[in-house]
């Protein structure tokens, strides 16, 4: 029996059909006993310069076969010629998230990989939507998920961030912070380096303000917030350090003195991981019921449909869902392209 995993096309008016396509294509090589499945709509899929999957066969979920199917659960496909951020592009890609998470609750599939979406346009739909992330949280009925960013330089260095706040403006991020969610960020980078294998669960974490706080007179948030919650859960047995002044601590991670960093928030932590690996880094959502991972790009409506987008970040999201659900299910097939 073949492992399933899913892949959503995200919003077809961007590049998720084509770095999905191309993704797909290297992915089914190197994994040639996984079912693939996209869901999302045929002729998208198919548009991309003649870069086809053919035959594409029907996927069963209790009988999945290896290779790359499609699934549309909504029937009718999309017109063909929607403009950049449409808003039945924006609904389609919903749709498809939503199925996507529901099959995987299911058991159906065994991780979902989630193309690039924009979120002017689904909000545009009258959806009340921050992000993926947060979506999916919502839906699993989860409030404990943390964003992991992950990724690697050509020469195999690797940065792994976990944030403690995710789509918030900078005047909000010091009132969102509490000691139970760096806790939890914490929690969760550590739960990531062992299930990704890695030897040790080394957690560094970032203060919030410049010189992590310089004793206080620049901000408090390290002593009454931070420092507290890496007391927590050094006492519960976490290899945690920190607070560190963020402006060396990812200098520090990148030459490998731990294995996971905890950032307060967005840019403090994405801003050195796209330095490192802009155009190989992974989303991954931390605390879901399933496994769920994504490329660190958006739609990049300038570049679509002139066959120019990178799908590297699209192919390193799926060997990261298909190394976590190998190592979920290790009595289907073997790792061959391991990604730690």
């Known amino acids: 029996m073949s492992l399933s995993i899913g892949v959503t096309l995200g919003d077809v008016t961007g590049i998720g059909p084509e770095v999905t396509v191309k993704a797909l294509t290297q992915a089914a090589i190197e994994a040639p006993d996984i079912a693939f499945v996209v869901l999302g709509d045929r002729a998208w899929l198919n548009r991309n310069r003649g870069q086809k999957f053919d035959p594409l066969p029907t996927w069963e979920p209790r009988n999945p076969r290896p290779g790359v199917a499609i699934l549309d659960p909504r029937g009718t496909g999309l017109p063909t ?3 950049p951020g449409a808003v039945p592009a924006a609904r389609a890609a919903l749709d498809w998230l939503r199925e996507g998470a529901n099959r995987c609750l299911r058991g159906e599939l065994a991780a979902l990989v989630t193309g690039p979406v924009c979120k002017e346009s689904i909000m545009a739909t009258g959806e009340a939507f921050v992000g ?3 979506f999916l949280s919502a839906l699993t009925g989860t409030d404990r998920a943390i964003m992991m960013l992950l ?3 050509e020469r195999g260095r690797w940065l792994r961030v976990a944030l403690a706040t995710t789509h ?6 010091a009132a969102a912070l509490s000691q139970a969610r760096v806790e939890l960020a914490i ?7 062992r299930d990704l294998g890695l030897p040790r669960a080394r957690v560094a974490v970032c203060g919030l303000n410049p ?9 408090t948030e390290e002593i009454t917030v931070i420092r507290p919650a890496v007391v927590a859960a050094r006492g519960r047995g976490a290899d945690v350090s920190g607070p560190w002044p963020a402006d060396t601590l990812f200098h520090q991670a990148y030459r490998g003195e731990c294995d996971a960093v905890v950032a307060m928030y967005h840019d403090q932590g994405l801003a050195p991981l796209k330095m490192v690996a ?7 959502t931390l605390g879901l019921p399933f496994i769920r991972t994504s490329p660190d790009h958006g739609t990049a409506y300038e570049i679509a449909g002139k066959n120019r987008a990178n799908p590297s970040s699209m192919l390193a999201a799926i060997r990261l869902a298909l190394t976590l659900a190998r190592r979920r299910r290790p009595d289907i097939g073997s790792d061959r392209k391991s990604v730690v």
């Open 151 to 153: 990724g690697t330089d």
């Open 132 to 134: 993926q992330t947060e």
């Open 211 to 219: 010189h992590a706080g310089e004793g206080g007179r620049f901000g």
């Open 187 to 193: 929690e969760r980078a550590a739960e990531a380096c």
């Open 168 to 173: 918030l403006p900078i005047s909000g991020v």
């Open 81 to 83: 010629d929607l403009r």
């Open 278 to 284: 802009f155009d190989s880094g992974v989303n991954w």
